[in-house]
């Protein structure tokens, strides 16, 4: 099991800066199939999961949004035939929190357990 993955966001409401790049390249590792993309200046988590059907991927969608609503921490969606494309960062603070890394992990463990 990741580290991440055992830990709980803590509520961000701003005030705190994002991630430096030191901090990211630490917390990277451990979401290794995630990809740091920019999205409108803004660094996000990113990672596409694949299924086999519509269906599936929308099954899988459902458990991100439930897991979101546990930690209080939303992602962006993006549901298609046979994948979905998560994307995490906090929008808050325009940027990446390690709360983003931990949501990742967790998204990878919803994907292990299909």
Not at 26 to 32: D, I, V
Not at 62 to 70: C, S, Y
Not at 77 to 86: D, H, K, P, S, Y
């Amino acid at each position: 099991m990741n580290q991440l993955a055992t830990g709980n966001c803590i509520p961000c409401r701003g005030g705190v800066p994002p991630l430096n790049d030191a901090e990211i390249r630490e917390l990277h590792p451990q979401t290794p199939e995630w990809n740091i993309v920019e999205r409108d200046g803004i660094p996000l988590l990113q990672r596409i999961f694949k299924f086999k059907n519509f269906a599936d991927a929308l099954a899988f969608t459902n458990k991100v949004a439930a897991l979101a609503e546990q930690q209080d921490h939303h992602p962006r969606l993006v549901t298609e035939w046979g994948r979905v494309t998560v994307q995490w960062w906090t929008h808050v603070i325009r940027g990446l929190h390690r709360n983003d890394f931990i949501m990742a992990a967790k998204t990878d463990e919803l994907a292990e357990s299909n």
